[in-house]
């Protein structure tokens, strides 16, 4: 059961716990529930919809209406056992990236060739040549080099927030935030005076389905796709120039690197785009979730805290738990089975990585915090060829952020409810507030 290690505390905020309320449009269970709506995530990752899902229904017709301002569409399969998720992400031959990309919700067709020249959104062998190119920057040598700077970063602002912050800190405004884009901004040579610039792009691009970001409107009122090339002009025009600037005045960092190879501008700049959003949101999604896990699970936290555990197989822990993104999309190239479902050319396929993450068939006691799990064969980072490229850059900085979060802190405990990202994608936690405790559990 997802509720917290000692008795008389609050249920986790992600609990799987019968009776957790329910969010719109929900079936009731075993019919087929609604894990579409991005509405249902501002309550937390729906377990208990995704349990029902991998019992009875693991490859399951999911309708698409129109909400928020987006219009209707089509439908899709969403897969939700883990075997399913992982032999979905390998095989690319069968599900394509490049189709229609790999957005639950299908592209203005005019939009298409433009979304379809990002690495994400291309399937081998174009795909492997791009990987290539860009691995080159994401070597272990050049990112374990900003480990100095982003351990003393998350100290100052940890320190700062103890500071300033009193019996309740928010750790997504006072840390977890500028944590994230901070390091990104360092790894990909922005100037300090832009940095403002990346946090607008990005909250453009994931956050469109929360009503706390406003749409952008077309002359038919319309809202406007974030990833249209309308609305990512202004950030391609920085990424061509900040490229310029690169071969004129090289220095340690990716874009350097990118811009002394054979990429064209177009792929540069779908690079920067893929770099500054899935870099910044991976950390800025991972981390407060994981901070949130250690204060709702005391136990845990005074494990990790005692060095009764291993920091390495904590982060995997916590990301299996919290993972940053929550969906992605393939299209299925060929009439195929999955699950003993038969899947037509052209359907859209969606995997759910946040219930892979806690499918009994292939985690012991999925919904338990276990801090020393081992294995631990969670898909928070994706599988298959579209493996997240930065996964050994996010997992160094969850490390470093939850070391001297241990350091800095006597311990941390709930003050009050997370606020959520509405969002069907991204994973994210707009508030978290927390005071700085010792774990009520008590030494073993």
């Not at 469109?208 to 002009?233: F, T």
């Not at 009994?360 to 999925?366: G, I, L, T, W």
């Amino acid at each position: 059961m997802g509720t917290s290690d000692t008795p008389g505390t609050v249920p986790d905020a992600d609990s799987d716990a019968p009776g957790a309320p329910d969010a719109p449009g929900t079936p009731d269970v075993p019919g087929v529930p609604d894990v579409f709506d991005p509405r249902i995530y501002a309550a937390g990752i729906p377990h208990d919809r995704f349990r029902a899902l991998r019992d009875h229904h693991p490859v399951a017709r999911q309708e698409e209406p129109g909400v928020l301002g987006w219009p209707a569409g089509p439908g899709f399969w969403a897969v939700t056992r883990h075997a399913d998720v992982v032999r979905v992400l390998k095989d690319a031959q069968g599900f394509s990236s490049h189709l229609g990309a790999t957005q639950i919700r299908d592209p203005d067709p005019a939009d298409l060739p433009f979304i379809r020249r990002m690495m994400l959104n291309q399937d081998p062998p174009h795909h492997g040549r791009l990987r290539r190119l860009v691995s080159r920057a994401f070597t272990p040598r050049r990112i374990d080099r900003f480990a100095a700077t982003a351990r003393e970063r998350a100290r100052r602002l940890l320190a700062a927030a103890r500071e300033s912050g009193g019996d309740e800190i928010d750790f997504v405004k006072a840390v977890t935030d500028d944590y994230a884009l901070l390091n990104l901004t360092d790894l990909l040579g922005v100037p300090a005076a832009d940095r403002g610039l990346l946090h607008t792009w990005t909250e453009r691009v994931i956050a469109y389905q929360d009503p706390d970001e406003p749409p952008v409107l077309d002359a038919e009122g319309r809202p406007v796709n974030p990833r249209s090339p309308a609305m990512l002009a202004e950030m391609f025009d920085y990424a061509r120039e900040l490229a310029a600037h690169k071969r004129a005045h090289p220095a340690d960092d990716i874009m350097t690197v990118l811009a002394g190879t054979e990429l064209q501008d177009a792929e540069l700049e779908m690079f920067f785009f893929l770099l500054t959003v899935a870099g910044n949101d991976t950390v800025r999604g991972a981390a407060p979730g994981g901070l949130l896990a250690l204060a709702e699970h005391p136990r845990e936290q005074r494990k990790l805290w005692d060095g009764e555990v291993g920091m390495d197989t904590a982060v995997d822990e916590l990301l299996r738990r919290h993972p940053p993104v929550l969906s992605f999309r393939r299209t299925a190239t060929r009439a195929t089975e999955l699950a003993g479902v038969p899947i037509a050319a052209g359907d859209k396929v969606v995997v759910f990585h946040a219930s892979a993450n806690h499918d009994e068939r292939a985690f012991a006691d999925p919904g338990r915090l276990d801090l020393a799990r081992t294995p631990n064969p969670h898909v928070s980072f994706g599988d298959g060829p579209h493996v997240c490229l930065g996964a050994h850059f996010a997992r160094l900085q969850l490390r470093i952020l939850y070391e001297e979060t241990r350091a800095v802190l006597p311990g941390l405990a709930p003050a009050g409810p997370p606020r959520r990202l509405v969002s069907n994608f991204i994973n994210g936690i707009k508030s978290l507030p927390l005071r700085p405790a010792e774990p009520s559990a008590p030494r073993a």
